[in-house]
């Protein structure tokens, strides 16, 4: 198909970690991305990760890369309120050179 | 770093009329922009590529001579919506793309929410 999947929700406790999700369906793509949105905000790059790596940290973000299963995670250790947001997977695609979306996880942190 | 800038950031208007978006890059130039449409709760919808002194690229179902974009100069892409109406009500964002470390990445502006009455 053509979408980027993602779940909706995730909820978790403040100091604990979250993982959030994406299967993606370009086997092409060259780049796969995190963003964040903040309410009434538009997208912030969180990260990102060539299509050849499996794995990616910067601080407390971790992505994991199956390529072989088209699979993304992005893991936010140490979970604070602040992270509350909606965080989007992308993949950019080959054909036409676009950035397409998932439908976004909304994370909520419990203080 | 990069910043796209985008105005309005809110705007309301009456049904019929036009309403026009710009959309900046304020430190970088950028050759291709992006528009997307983001419903509530929902993902970004991409509507067209806007191609520097060239015609956008419209995708699949996105009506060209109802969102006219113009993307005249390297730093700037404009999208009018033409003869709103309440459904055109959404959340618009732009995004322009460029090169970070050999990766395209994109940069959004904030988002122009139109409400149609």
């Known amino acids: 198909g053509e979408d980027v999947e993602q779940s909706l929700f995730l909820s978790v406790r403040e100091g604990d970690s979250s993982v959030i999700n994406c299967t993606y369906t370009d086997s092409s793509s060259t780049y796969l991305y995190w963003y964040k949105q903040e309410p009434g905000a538009g997208l912030q790059l969180l990260t990102y990760?060539?299509?050849?790596?499996d794995m990616k940290q910067d601080q407390r973000l971790t992505v994991l890369l199956n390529k072989k299963d088209k699979h993304l995670s992005l893991r936010i250790a140490d979970t604070q309120t602040g992270d509350s947001a909606i965080y989007f997977c992308?993949?950019?695609?080959?054909?036409?050179?676009?950035?397409?979306f998932g439908a976004g996880t909304r994370l909520f942190v419990k203080a | 770093g990069a910043v796209v800038s985008q105005h309005p950031s809110w705007v309301i208007c009456k049904s019929g009329t036009s309403v026009k978006i710009e959309c900046r890059s304020l430190?970088?130039?950028?050759?291709?922009m992006f528009w997307y449409r983001q419903f509530p709760k929902q993902s970004l919808m991409l509507m067209a590529t806007?191609?520097?002194?060239?015609?956008?690229?419209?995708e699949q179902g996105v009506e060209k001579d109802k969102f006219l974009i113009n993307h005249a100069s390297l730093t700037l892409s404009t999208l009018t919506v033409t003869s709103a109406h309440p459904e055109d009500s959404s959340f618009y964002i732009c995004s322009a793309e460029q090169q970070s470390s050999g990766a395209n990445v994109l940069t959004f502006g904030a988002g122009s929410r139109l409400t149609v009455l």
């Open positions: 990760i060539f299509s050849n790596m």
């Open positions: 430190d970088f130039q950028a050759t291709t």
């Open positions: 806007s191609n520097e002194g060239s015609k956008a690229t419209y």
């Open positions: 992308a993949e950019r695609r080959t054909g036409g050179f676009k950035t397409i």
